[in-house]
């Protein structure tokens, strides 16, 4: 059965990798909504947060990746995280360049744990998410590490790669493909994920999977509790020859005979030293309930004086678990949005914005900010693209978690897509007749910067654009018309900030609200007559 385990692994996981990967490429929408939840409902941190925030399946992805490690181990962080398979995928290349064109096989050797700094950084990230910060899960959590990377870095490249073949083939009379337009991509907030993605390649080319062990708060998590999982990963001294081929081939490097021990807090479940084993000296074996004849004397000592090492800690974890989440960054205390008066000087006023814009279905700042791991999948899947990374629109610990970016474009008054896949229930879902009257953000107007004002012409590109008649054109002089606004009915969808042709400032834009509110249903011009129901021509 052993042998059967890792090709098993390898089908699973690549599966998962190509799925994942997909959901942040796909812009043809060929995946309905549904199909995203039910793609990343395992993942351990989203589902968690779901878990804390609503009810629903969503919630059930972390106890059952829990389930699995107390029963087997750390088998999530290889075969259901996306970005330890990514590593497997750049160690597997990296070993097959090395053995078919340079000629030397690649070997690993047994390291000692940097358990210091390991368990600092998953406290660290505990102890803030306790206090009502998700800033740490947002820089380091696999999966939303995995979606900056495939989003910011991937995403366009895969784009450009599309619309370059795309061109070719028009050119030859073939449109099985078609250009996709792209919109500006703000660069501060790609720098984290390019840095990353740096440290994990390098990382995953000479020392496998340390990231996994060192700096990934979720692996130190799971490898806490796979220290007490029923099934490990152990070696018979029946059969063992000590020939170092499990060891050689550990990407975790957490196997060493010379202390006859297996680190199964490192173990990630890759099942490459039990391909290796030629005696089938390696396997899983019950350490609930051990067979006395199979375990070495120094193995249980070790791991007795492992499990001395880790109860603090999960005293510490236990104690901090009943810790209330006290501390806030963002009041939900609603603000008072001043109006920028009209004013008759002739230079364009800057916007005067107090608060970003979230995105609708994520009730406040503050909600948003404590539930958004910045994954971008909603980013990914806007089809406007007025979803974009942030940089310190948010402060320092809101960095990546997607805004509203009207200079980019305007949302869609129909779409729900970003309510319907965000994995963490920071965007709880909408439906269209809510989303109609969910309120964002407030227009804002300013006369001074408005061209009909200041130039004697007309425009009404604004109230062309607004689907709620929150912006109307009202009489002004010379047979002009001039933008009037009317808040109450406002969604904050951004359209008439993007359509509007001043710059660099806005003559009319949205500021966010910190607690979302309801809008006004939009006004529906009833006609004064009945249209005949044939077509008179």
């Given at each position: 059965m052993n042998k059967w385990l890792k090709p098993i692994r390898v089908i699973v996981s690549l599966l998962f990798l190509g799925l994942t990967g997909f959901l942040f490429l796909d812009f043809i929408g060929s995946l309905s909504p549904a199909w995203y939840g039910r793609i990343t409902w395992i993942q351990f941190v989203p589902s968690l947060l779901t878990f804390l925030t609503v009810a629903g399946i969503g919630a059930l992805g972390f106890l059952v990746v829990l389930i699995v490690t107390l029963l087997w181990g750390r088998v999530y962080c290889s075969l259901v995280c996306p970005l330890g398979i990514l590593q497997d995928v750049v160690s597997f290349v990296s070993r097959q360049y090395r053995e078919k064109i340079r000629k030397k096989r690649r070997r690993y050797r047994p390291a000692e744990p940097w358990n210091k700094l390991r368990y600092t950084i998953m406290g660290v990230t505990i102890v803030?998410?306790?206090?009502?910060?998700?800033?740490?899960?947002?820089?380091?959590?696999?999966?939303?590490?995995?979606?900056?990377i495939f989003s910011g870095l991937v995403r366009p490249l895969y784009f450009s790669m599309n619309n370059t073949l795309a061109g070719w083939l028009q050119e030859a009379g073939i449109h099985a493909l078609y250009h996709v337009e792209t919109r500006r991509m703000t660069l501060l907030p790609l720098i984290w994920p390019a840095l990353m993605l740096g440290v994990i390649?390098?990382?995953?080319?000479?020392?496998?999977r340390l990231y996994c062990n060192t700096i990934c708060p979720v692996g130190s998590f799971l490898g806490l509790i796979a220290t007490r999982s029923m099934y490990r990963i152990g070696i018979d001294f029946n059969l063992c020859n000590r020939c170092g081929d499990c060891l050689l081939n550990c990407k975790a490097q957490c196997i060493d005979l010379k202390n006859n021990d297996i680190d199964f807090s490192r173990c990630v479940g890759c099942f490459n030293c039990l391909n290796a084993c030629s005696k089938q000296g390696i396997g899983y074996r019950n350490r609930w309930f051990p067979d006395k004849k199979t375990v070495a004397p120094t193995e249980t000592a070790a791991a007795g004086n492992d499990n001395e090492r880790r109860t603090f800690l999960f005293r510490l974890v236990a104690a901090m678990m009943g810790t209330p989440l006290a501390t806030r960054l963002v009041s939900d205390r609603p603000a008072a949005h001043g109006r920028q008066p009209a004013t008759n000087r002739p230079t364009r006023i800057p916007e005067q914005k107090q608060f970003p814009i979230s995105p609708p279905g994520s009730r406040s700042l503050r909600h948003f900010k404590d539930t958004c791991t910045a994954c971008q999948l909603c980013v990914s899947a806007c089809p406007t693209r007025v979803l974009q990374p942030s940089f310190l629109e948010y402060g320092v610990t809101?960095?990546?978690?997607?805004?509203?970016?009207?200079?980019?474009?305007?949302?869609?008054?129909?779409?729900?897509?970003?309510?319907?896949?965000?994995?963490?229930?920071a965007i709880l879902p909408l439906t269209r007749e809510q989303k109609h009257t969910e309120q964002i953000g407030l227009v804002t107007l300013i006369l001074g910067n408005c061209v009909v004002k200041t130039d004697n012409t007309s425009c009404g590109a604004c109230a062309e654009h607004c689907p709620t008649q929150a912006v109307r054109m009202v009489p002004y002089k010379n047979g002009l018309?001039?933008?009037?606004?009317?808040?109450?009915y406002c969604v904050g969808c951004g359209g008439c900030e993007y359509i509007c042709p001043v710059r660099p400032h806005r003559a009319i834009y949205i500021d966010g609200l910190p607690v979302h509110g309801r809008a006004k249903p939009p006004v529906i011009e009833k006609l004064d007559f009945t249209?005949?129901?044939?077509?008179?021509f």
């Open positions: 803030a998410f306790l206090a009502g910060s998700v800033f740490f899960l947002n820089l380091l959590d696999p999966f939303s590490l995995f979606g900056k390649v390098w990382l995953s080319l000479g020392k496998g809101g960095m990546m978690q997607p805004r509203m970016d009207f200079h980019a474009s305007f949302c869609n008054f129909d779409c729900v897509i970003c309510t319907e896949v965000c994995p963490t229930a018309t001039i933008p009037e606004i009317h808040p109450e249209p005949d129901d044939d077509f008179p």
